[in-house]
């Protein structure tokens, strides 16, 4: 773990374009990881031999699991702000310090350190329950949800604005998050699952927050 964020303001390339954001996202090393860490998923779950009728629910499972847990995690666990030194530096590092620096490519992506242990995790409990090739199946599609996440943040971030429109207005949320107020709008790969924790809101009906862009300001703004 980095011992203080990136001080630097290097900015994301603007992308105008599908393309252009997709080749943005695989030029981060932390991208890089990831997608070579969901091939390599989808590889071992083919090699491991499981064919058994329930394998397409257990790739389900995985894939929906992200979608249940992104808001949670992003609302109570990266918004989090601990006393303890220490712990305030691993949460500005794994999110605070992307709130003071959106389009600086090396706060953007969820640390490896963070990731790539949750695979070692979910394989070692589901070796112990002697379901190994189902454990490499389920986070093969947690891993899918996972990078598109990814993805879907650094392009939010990267300026593109996409013609579709439940993309763009997936994408003005997540903005909103940034440069209106952090206490809402968590969802970064869906804005369903925002209405469903009622964070949501009609946007003229939220008053612009001051910490927007500054967690760990005193007396910061929260929808907790």
């Known amino acids: 773990m980095p011992d203080s964020p990136v001080t630097n303001h290097e900015r994301i390339p603007r992308a105008r374009s599908f393309g252009e954001a997709t080749r943005g996202f695989l030029r981060c090393p932390e991208a890089r990881v990831t997608v070579v860490a969901l091939i390599g998923l989808w590889l071992a779950g083919i090699l491991a031999g499981s064919r058994h009728w329930g394998v397409p629910l257990v ?16 609302r109570y666990i990266l918004h989090w ?14 999110h605070h310090a992307h709130h003071e620096q959106p389009t600086n490519p090396e706060l953007l992506f969820l640390p490896e350190w963070v990731s790539l242990p949750s695979i070692a995790i979910v ?55 940034h440069f209106l107020n952090e206490g809402y709008w968590f969802g970064v790969s869906n804005r369903f699952m925002d209405r469903f924790w009622g964070t949501s809101p009609d946007p003229r009906d939220v008053e612009k927050s001051e910490t927007a862009q500054d967690l760990t300001a005193e007396g910061r703004n929260s929808a907790l």
Not at 60 to 74: N, R, T
């Open 123 to 177: 394989l070692g409990v589901a070796a112990g329950f002697g379901v190994f090739a189902d454990g490499l199946w389920f986070m093969a599609g947690f891993w899918t949800s996972l990078t598109s996440y990814e993805w879907m943040h650094y392009a939010v971030h990267s300026r593109w604005r996409p013609d579709w429109g439940p993309m763009r207005r997936t994408f003005a949320d997540h903005l909103k998050h």
């Open 59 to 74: 790739v389900l499972g995985g894939f929906v699991l992200w979608y249940l847990i992104e808001i949670p995690i992003h």
């Open 81 to 94: 702000q601990p006393r303890h030194p220490t712990l305030h530096k691993l949460m500005r590092r794994l």
